[in-house]
């Protein structure tokens, strides 16, 4: 069975410094893998897309690297801000044809001051 | 400005009754899917439509109905038969043939039971 799992569940860090965000998985066969970022209340909000060919990704102060090969990824957030407060799921397509999505349960980040 | 539109924001059903969630998108995406997202789990897919007039069954899909009329519109309709409703309901949409640029997902709805 496709397996998406992510560490820590939840993570509280001060205001201004950096955090890494695990995920592993068990998909197969992969396409891609993505990271959201969802508000309390809202729809989730794409960060980066990683196919397998693809190591590192950054959308700003966000960088995703993927080990294909390890079947792990990992969020980093550089200088964290107020607003980074939200949940980060990710998630990995399966290839083939099939674009079945499989969603980790995700990471509750809080920033505090 | 292009997206995909859910409403009501909130929801509230009382037992035995029927209600419809209502999702458009002006993305001119082909495929629409819905999920529902429960505390401390991952997104869990319903239903999902690739074309007009065609739809299938996700994981979930006791006590749900859909229809694809329109390309842009995609309505949920929660019944009486799903026994535990309450939950955060999200639309998404994607273009099809083009997987790697992603999901275009809506702001949700909250469905409370009452």
């Known amino acids: 069975k496709n397996q998406v799992e992510q560490s820590p569940q939840s993570l509280i860090i001060l205001e201004g410094k950096n955090c890494t965000l695990q995920c592993n998985y068990t998909v197969s066969p992969f396409s891609n893998l993505r990271w959201y970022k969802q508000d309390t209340g809202r729809g989730p909000v794409s960060l980066t897309i990683m196919t397998f060919s693809e190591n590192t990704k950054s959308n700003g102060r966000y960088t995703a690297t993927l080990d294909a090969d390890t079947k792990q990824s990992s969020l980093h957030i550089t200088a964290s801000q107020l607003s980074d407060s939200a949940s980060y799921i990710c998630v990995v397509a399966e290839g083939a044809g099939s674009y079945q999505l499989t969603f980790g349960k995700g990471t509750k980040l809080s920033v505090i001051p | 400005d292009g997206g995909i539109t859910q409403s009501p924001k909130y929801l509230f059903r009382k037992e035995g009754q029927n209600v419809t969630l209502s999702c458009e998108q002006n993305?001119?995406?082909?495929?629409m899917y819905w999920y529902r997202q429960d505390p401390g789990q991952g997104l869990r897919l319903i239903y999902y439509s690739q074309i007009v007039n065609d739809f299938q069954k996700g994981d979930i899909a006791e006590g749900y109905s859909v229809s694809r009329e329109k390309k842009e519109s995609f309505p949920l309709t929660v019944t009486s038969a799903q026994k535990n409703p309450t939950a955060f309901y999200l639309c998404?949409?994607?273009?099809?043939?083009?997987?790697?640029?992603?999901?275009?997902f809506g702001s949700g709805t909250r469905l409370t039971v009452v």
């Open positions: 993305l001119n995406h082909d495929a």
């Open positions: 998404a949409s994607r273009l099809t043939g083009v997987d790697y640029y992603g999901y275009t």
